[in-house]
């Protein structure tokens, strides 16, 4: 399975300036099965959703990722900051297939050092999506420093981590994803964005990173990049079998 992981820059809270320079990044790309945005990819990491989220039942954005799916005949997957419609606050990670059809995860580690557990509803489920005969977990930024949360019950090949994660905390980042991987024995798939916003810098740090914690391959650090890497499922599972940590698991 090839996998397109896109370090971008977000204009502050201008949804429309947000996927115009993304539909310019997708464009060109082509034999592709996933596409990988970062968190909150429309808006930047907003804190005060009354200002930035949209609604769930008229999401201009979710709809241009059901349109680039298709056009693409890729998933796309990223977090927007949207109101449901029970009118709670969500961070929500879509994963959107080309049919138009998506599943959802609701960041369940809200960052309370940031302030966004005081406007934002925890999601109190995991969730896992099969695409194309991998199976993916779906995480969002902080539930990257909550291991138990993400343990791999035999039940997915990859971990999905989109992120809006600071430059100066940049050396956790990069070190629990090859920790995910390992303590997993699956590939992650980390993706963060680059610029600023009105509170801080971001530096990247988008990994592709094996089941043995390698990092396969990178996008350069502070600028935006696009990359397409193979996910190997034959060879996970024959490391599975030839080294079966998971079956020892707690």
């Keep these: ?106 960041k369940h580690h809200l960052f309370s050092y940031g302030g966004e557990d005081k406007e934002y509803t925890p999601g109190q489920e995991r969730k896992t999506v099969t695409w194309r005969g991998v199976r993916f977990l779906l995480q969002i930024c902080y539930d990257l420093r909550f291991p138990v949360f993400s343990r791999n019950r035999g039940d997915y090949d990859a971990i999905i981590y989109v992120a809006s994660w600071p430059l100066s905390r940049i050396i956790p980042w990069k070190v629990l994803l090859s920790a995910r991987a390992i303590e997993n024995q699956c590939y992650v798939i980390g993706v963060n964005r680059v610029g600023r916003d009105p509170l801080c810098e971001y530096g990247g740090g988008t990994l592709f990173i094996n089941p043995y914690g390698t990092v396969e391959a990178s996008c350069p650090d502070g600028e935006e990049g696009v990359m397409t890497n193979t996910l190997d499922l034959d060879a996970l599972l024959r490391f599975r079998r030839k080294f079966p940590v998971l079956n020892d698991a707690d």
């Excluded at 502050?12 to 970062?38: F, H």
């Excluded at 959703?49 to 298709?70: G, K, V």
């Design 1 to 106: 399975m090839k996998i397109t992981q896109i370090q971008t820059d977000i204009v502050w809270g201008i949804t429309a300036a947000n996927r115009e320079a993304l539909e310019r990044k997708i464009s060109p790309l082509s034999d592709t099965d996933m596409i990988v945005l970062p968190e909150m990819w429309s808006t930047g990491f907003a804190v005060r959703p009354a200002e930035y989220a949209e609604d769930m039942e008229r999401c201009e954005s979710l709809e241009w990722m059901r349109r680039m799916a298709h056009e693409k005949d890729a998933a796309i997957v990223g977090s927007l900051a949207v109101r449901d419609v029970d009118g709670t606050y969500r961070n929500r990670l879509f994963f959107v297939m080309p049919s138009g059809e998506y599943e959802y995860y609701d």
